[in-house]
């Protein structure tokens, strides 16, 4: 049975990787010429190449290793987006103030954690399901709450659980920032690697892609 094991890629590989976000969208151009644009998806899905992070031969052992354990495609692992890693701003720390995630009710204990991406035309809400244990910080109505003491976190869903004593009241705010790895898996069950043309320069292809968990 496929699963998921909590367990980051190789980071100075991933670090080296090519890739980014995806969206799949319809065009239909009319006998007028203009345009009608659709999305069967309203999520983007991330994809990189992590052969570009490999340099060396101990890094693609490393590499073949990770991907037998993994049985190719079967099993989701933990992957670290140099590009996008924290609810805050590039090279910014991380904050309890960063990002909005709900309201309070006074009865709701249970947050998840999330990303917002733009702000006046249609900005997108993107789910965090893997934070980084240790890093997520969480305030209500600006007022810094403790893990442990305060709320716990389940580091593999991404929900923030408020303590029966913490619970936001109504009309409370409720914000968060935090670091967070993807869930990802391979995209082949076939790990092509050329040794010749990897000694003279050449590149293997690792693709990895994004999944829902």
Not at 9 to 27: C, I, K, N, Q, W
Not at 115 to 136: C, F, Q, W
Not at 182 to 196: H, I, K
């Amino acid at each position: 049975m496929a699963a998921f094991h909590e367990i980051l890629f190789p980071l100075e590989v991933a670090l080296g990787a090519s890739g980014g976000p995806e969206r799949v969208t319809e065009v239909v151009t009319t006998a007028s010429g203009r345009e009608e644009r659709n999305t069967r998806q309203a999520d983007s899905r991330r994809r990189w190449d992590a052969g570009y992070g490999v340099k060396t031969f101990a890094a693609l052992a490393e590499i073949v290793a990770f991907f037998e354990e993994r049985r190719g495609r079967l099993h989701g692992f933990r992957w670290r987006d140099r590009l996008d890693q924290s609810s805050a701003a590039p090279d910014g720390e991380v904050s309890a103030l960063d990002q909005l995630i709900g309201a309070g009710d006074g009865v709701r204990a249970t947050f998840a954690l999330t990303k917002r991406y733009g702000a006046l035309h249609a900005p997108y809400l993107r789910a965090i399901t893997k934070p980084v244990a240790g890093s997520v910080k969480v305030a209500v109505n600006g007022i810094e709450h403790v893990e442990g003491a305060h709320f716990s976190l389940d580091a593999t869903r991404g929900l923030i659980t408020f303590a029966a004593g913490a619970i936001p009241p109504a009309s409370a705010v409720v914000t968060a920032g935090f670091r967070f790895d993807v869930p990802v898996r391979f995209d082949t069950d076939f790990l092509e690697v050329d040794l010749s043309a990897f000694a003279a320069g050449a590149i293997p292809r690792i693709p990895v892609i994004e999944i829902r968990v």
